[in-house]
């Protein structure tokens, strides 16, 4: 708990700023005092449900920021290519800041925010929550213990459940990436921060394969249609229909988003898939980002690493192999499970580790805020995602997409960087 009351703002009330941070924060002792978002239900969601005064609820963030530094901490979680304006308005008043992933996908933005926070004499954290989880901490617990000698590689798979990558990166606010993000840095960002932050290591270089090659038109069964409920004559046998996903047999992630935000009825779901992206079919949506990707990577002191991200699982989770020395770790984030073994031992070490039931990203986002805080006190013993590592993080993203669109051309990582400095 904070030794006196501080005191937030919230720009941007969707998923993520409204559910992931703000119940964190109160449960730390900071009061909310005002919010920002362009949707007025976020906004109400909010306010009634943390107390806000009619006055502090705004459309647009910059008539908050007008009214000057009205609290200690910003919390910034609008839309990937609205991050950049909101931040420096923010750093200009003095805020400790708290920004949501990716930075921006443009990596000419990641460097000058990078370089704002260079002289920043405030708290600037990146929402790379992973590395607060309890699950991969164990997991840097026990590579820096050495009881696996020194790493030579690691195995590393983000494993999107179909519901969730159909939802999302077909349907959703990420679909398209002349819209928002490529799907690599959108999605899975943190991961290469995860990578950095568990081998202590910098990449060096990157290549990359993958491609949209499922959810598009030509790809489409017979019988589909344009909208699952309109006009689709395979709607009731197809595992991506929107009707399943969101009325029939909602999974749990949606069904607890809902329970946070509003009670809809069927009726309302099912004018919402008659009307909006949710309902369109997956083969004949105006995405574009890939479907499944791989990387290939070389970090300091001669490790490599793979990371897979692929939209057909049926587990939502996050899986890794790492190989040293003396031994190997295996773990499954979703399950919570790790099992160490050791070359000259027969018995393996077995640990479950996760988070309280309910929250995301097992525990990662109660994590950071505590770290966040503790930062804010003088603290900074919690690893915390600062620009620069963030900087790192995002390059390794940026620079495996063009080695994508170059058809797996190594990309050398500092080469890259130095473009847009």
């Given at each position: 708990?904070?030794?006196?009351?501080?005191?937030?703002?919230?720009i941007g009330a969707g998923p993520?700023?409204?559910?992931?941070?703000?119940?964190?924060?109160?449960?730390?002792?900071?009061?909310?005092?005002?919010?920002?978002?362009?949707?007025?239900?976020?906004?109400?969601?909010?306010?009634?449900?943390?107390?806000?005064?009619?006055?502090?609820?705004?459309?647009?963030?910059?008539?908050?920021?007008?009214?000057?530094?009205?609290?200690?901490?910003?919390?910034?979680?609008?839309?990937?290519?609205?991050?950049?304006?909101?931040?420096?308005?923010?750093?200009?008043?003095?805020?400790?800041?708290?920004?949501?992933?990716?930075?921006?996908?443009?990596?000419?933005?990641?460097?000058?925010?990078?370089?704002?926070?260079?002289?920043?004499?405030?708290?600037?954290?990146?929402?790379?929550?992973?590395?607060?989880?309890?699950f991969f901490q164990k997991i840097?617990?026990?590579?820096?213990?050495?009881?696996?000698?020194?790493?030579?590689?690691?195995?590393?798979?983000?494993?999107?459940?179909?519901?969730?990558?159909?939802?999302?990166?077909?349907?959703?606010?990420?679909?398209?990436?002349?819209?928002?993000?490529?799907?690599?840095?959108?999605?899975?960002?943190?991961?290469?921060?995860?990578?950095?932050?568990?081998?202590?290591?910098?990449?060096?270089?990157?290549?990359?394969?993958?491609?949209?090659?499922?959810?598009?038109?030509?790809?489409?069964?017979?019988?589909?249609?344009?909208?699952?409920?309109?006009?689709?004559?395979?709607?009731?046998?197809?595992?991506?229909?929107?009707?399943?996903?969101?009325?029939?047999?909602?999974?749990?992630?949606?069904?607890?988003?809902?329970?946070?935000?509003?009670?809809?009825?069927?009726?309302?779901?099912?004018?919402?898939?008659?009307?909006?992206?949710?309902?369109?079919?997956?083969?004949?949506?105006?995405?574009?980002?890939?479907?499944?990707?791989?990387?290939?990577?070389?970090?300091?002191?001669?490790?490599?690493?793979?990371?897979?991200?692929?939209?057909?699982?049926?587990?939502?989770?996050?899986?890794?192999?790492?190989?040293?020395?003396?031994?190997?770790?295996?773990?499954?984030?979703?399950?919570?499970?790790?099992?160490?073994?050791?070359?000259?031992?027969?018995?393996?070490?077995?640990?479950?580790?996760?988070?309280?039931?309910?929250?995301?990203?097992?525990?990662?986002?109660?994590?950071?805020?505590?770290?966040?805080?503790?930062?804010?006190?003088?603290?900074?013993?919690?690893?915390?995602?600062?620009?620069?590592?963030?900087?790192?993080?995002?390059?390794?993203?940026?620079?495996?997409?063009?080695?994508?669109?170059?058809?797996?051309?190594?990309?050398?990582?500092?080469?890259?960087?130095?473009?847009?400095?």
């Amino acid at each position: 708990m904070l030794s006196n009351t501080k005191t937030a703002i919230l720009i941007g009330a969707g998923p993520r700023g409204r559910m992931a941070y703000l119940h964190h924060f109160q449960r730390e002792g900071v009061k909310l005092v005002a919010v920002a978002d362009l949707k007025p239900e976020n906004v109400r969601m909010v306010k009634n449900q943390y107390k806000i005064a009619d006055d502090m609820c705004f459309s647009d963030y910059h008539d908050m920021l007008k009214l000057g530094k009205i609290a200690d901490i910003a919390i910034i979680c609008t839309s990937d290519r609205q991050h950049v304006e909101p931040f420096k308005m923010c750093a200009e008043l003095g805020y400790h800041i708290l920004l949501e992933k990716p930075v921006s996908p443009f990596p000419a933005e990641v460097v000058e925010i990078d370089k704002i926070a260079e002289t920043y004499d405030k708290t600037i954290m990146i929402c790379h929550v992973l590395r607060y989880a309890p699950f991969f901490q164990k997991i840097k617990e026990i590579i820096d213990s050495g009881s696996i000698g020194k790493i030579m590689s690691i195995n590393y798979s983000e494993n999107m459940a179909w519901w969730f990558s159909t939802t999302c990166y077909v349907r959703g606010v990420w679909n398209n990436s002349d819209t928002s993000s490529p799907i690599l840095l959108a999605k899975s960002c943190h991961d290469m921060d995860m990578l950095v932050y568990l081998t202590g290591k910098k990449c060096k270089k990157v290549s990359s394969f993958g491609d949209l090659s499922y959810f598009k038109a030509e790809k489409a069964p017979e019988g589909a249609g344009k909208r699952c409920v309109v006009d689709c004559k395979i709607e009731s046998e197809c595992p991506y229909s929107a009707k399943r996903i969101f009325v029939e047999d909602v999974p749990p992630v949606i069904a607890e988003s809902r329970k946070k935000d509003y009670v809809e009825v069927e009726e309302q779901l099912i004018h919402e898939l008659v009307t909006s992206n949710a309902g369109k079919c997956v083969f004949h949506s105006d995405n574009n980002v890939c479907d499944h990707q791989i990387l290939m990577l070389e970090f300091e002191d001669n490790i490599l690493a793979t990371f897979h991200l692929n939209a057909f699982n049926y587990q939502l989770s996050r899986t890794i192999k790492i190989c040293g020395t003396l031994g190997e770790i295996g773990g499954n984030a979703k399950t919570g499970e790790i099992c160490v073994q050791r070359f000259c031992e027969n018995e393996p070490q077995n640990y479950v580790i996760t988070g309280k039931p309910g929250e995301s990203h097992g525990g990662g986002d109660a994590g950071i805020v505590k770290a966040f805080i503790a930062a804010m006190e003088g603290d900074t013993s919690r690893n915390i995602t600062n620009a620069r590592e963030t900087l790192h993080s995002h390059m390794i993203c940026f620079a495996a997409e063009e080695s994508r669109l170059l058809g797996g051309k190594v990309v050398e990582i500092e080469e890259f960087t130095d473009r847009f400095k």
